[in-house]
């Protein structure tokens, strides 16, 4: 069964830093992407960072520079390390597998971004 499990949100002030983890089991970890989203209260969840098997990886514009994917395969984890925070990156983030037609999300964790 595959399970995924987000950790590392809180609270932070604008300019700081944050890293998710998203610890995966149940899954062939290293042969499949990751993907981060995330949805801020009232607004639909949106992509922000993508990684493939071969570490390729995707960003949302609004993120570029400042927030980084990676994975450690030996640990079925995915990161996201998150820099020069914006009250405007408040949200609650989540994690995502795709098998085939099936998308398989964790629980999520909030991020707030405030003074």
């Known amino acids: 069964q595959v399970r995924l499990v987000e950790s590392g949100g809180g609270w932070v002030q604008p300019g700081g830093s944050l890293r998710l983890s998203c610890a995966a089991s149940?899954?062939?970890?290293?042969?499949?992407?990751m993907t981060w989203y995330r949805q801020a209260p009232g607004k639909q969840r949106d992509l922000v960072a993508h990684?493939?098997?071969?570490?390729?990886?995707t960003y949302a514009d609004s993120v570029k520079g400042r927030f980084t994917i990676s994975r450690d395969n030996a640990k079925n984890t995915v990161y996201l390390q998150m820099n020069s925070l914006k009250p405007e990156d408040t949200a609650v983030y989540y994690c995502?597998?795709?098998?085939?037609?099936?998308?398989?999300w964790g629980q999520g964790t909030q991020v707030t971004v405030s003074s």
């Open positions: 990684i493939t098997s071969a570490r390729t990886t």
């Open positions: 149940g899954i062939v970890f290293g042969t499949f992407p």
């Open positions: 995502k597998h795709t098998r085939g037609s099936l998308d398989y």
